[in-house]
């Protein structure tokens, strides 16, 4: 079986750094928030180029906290995109504003920013392009216009760690750039994590005292916070494999260069990205009309792969009270029922690319008769 991602293989790689970092802790006593919380904020915020870094216990968290620091509340309007995890769209709604939607662009499935002026109003206080899949959206244009209007840009960098636009890493274009350590992200913990990185101190500080109930002095609440506090036994695990993101990368990369390669002539789409920018290459997301019949095929030859994301936020349950409707964004709603998306992660047996366009092929070439 070739499962998405190996947790488990990454694990046997490291085992012996991250056990004595791990026993580290225990014996510190030092449990929620910490020295190694401390120093893993300063290392990641230096990973990005950005002047803080803010840990706390989830991305969803990350979010909600810029958002707020962003001065985002009842009454506001946040621009994202339907086509992403449910996460972004549901911190925007935990400060009481409204999502407005705008849809991505086919080829890159990141905010198409061409259409957000259209989508300022009065009421926007922020934007949320998400870098969806590792692959960075367009920050040029879209800080330039959020400057224009005076509205905060926060990136939602959960999936692109150490991805680059014009050769800065993303979080530190921003004013806001907000990351998820989800085991399952490029850069995982072993557990539950976010930080928010920001080169504001303001922001920074808020941010800090939001997270931990907003105390000062101890037991005097200025305003409502939250315990969202980050484990120190995560903070210790992901200074560990931060050493290792860099190759870990360039792993991930190779294997989409590989994918590339062996898919080169097989009717499918290969993920394109603008050519300013590095991929990183959370998903390597395949086009095809053919998606669900794929899906199962592989299955049935044990490799698994995954429909991020099968329903566009507009068109969830949850969201119903937003109003959106079948139509509304036609590029999140095809790339829903067309993406699919094929193990990488940095230890994938070297051929399984080939095994893949191996078992693809005969189908879609029978499809075409
Ligand atoms: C994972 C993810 C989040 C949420 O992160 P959690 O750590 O699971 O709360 C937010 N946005 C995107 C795009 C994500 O992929």
């Excluded at 997301?285 to 936020?313: C, N």
Aim: aromatic share 8%.
């Amino acid at each position: 079986m070739i499962p998405l991602v190996d947790l488990q293989a990454q694990y046997a790689t490291i085992k012996k750094e991250v056990d004595s970092a791990v026993m580290k802790v225990l014996a510190s006593g030092q449990f929620a928030l910490g020295s190694e919380v401390t120093n893993f904020e300063e290392e990641f915020a230096s990973f990005c180029g950005a002047r803080h870094g803010v840990a706390v216990n989830s991305g969803t968290s990350a979010l909600h906290l810029a958002l707020l620091a962003a001065g985002v509340g009842p009454g506001d309007e946040v621009i994202t995109v339907p086509f992403t995890f449910v996460a972004t769209v549901a911190a925007i709604r935990y400060t009481g504003a409204t999502p407005v939607f705008v849809d991505i662009s086919p080829g890159t499935h990141t905010m198409d920013v061409s259409r957000v002026a259209k989508a300022i109003t009065t009421r926007t206080r922020a934007v949320i392009p998400v870098h969806l899949y590792g692959q960075p959206a367009d920050l040029d244009p879209l800080c330039t216009l959020a400057k224009r209007y005076e509205i905060s840009v926060i990136e939602d960098a959960s999936q692109a760690h150490g991805a680059e636009y014009r050769g800065t890493r993303v979080g530190s274009l921003g004013e806001f750039g907000c990351f998820s350590f989800y085991p399952g992200k490029n850069l995982g913990a072993y557990g539950e994590g976010g930080l928010v990185v920001t080169s504001d101190s303001n922001h920074a500080k808020t941010i800090r005292s939001l997270r931990s109930w907003a105390e000062e002095p101890r037991y005097h609440h200025q305003r409502s916070g939250f315990n969202y506090r980050m484990d120190n036994l995560q903070g210790a695990i992901l200074r560990v494999k931060l050493r290792h993101l860099p190759a870990w990368t360039e792993a991930r990369r190779d294997i989409a260069l590989s994918y590339d390669q062996v898919l080169a002539d097989i009717p499918v789409t290969v993920p394109t990205g603008l050519p300013y920018t590095k991929h990183v290459y959370h998903q390597y997301v395949i086009e095809t009309p053919h998606r669900d019949l794929l899906h199962a095929i592989l299955k049935q030859h044990g490799i698994q792969t995954g429909l991020y994301y099968p329903v566009p936020l507009h068109l969830q349950p949850c969201y119903a009270e937003l109003g959106g409707q079948v139509g509304d964004y036609p590029n999140a709603e095809t790339a829903a029922q067309t993406n699919l998306a094929l193990p990488v992660y940095p230890e994938l047996p070297e051929n399984v690319p080939k095994i893949i366009a191996e078992t693809i092929q005969p189908c879609l070439s029978d499809l075409a008769e």
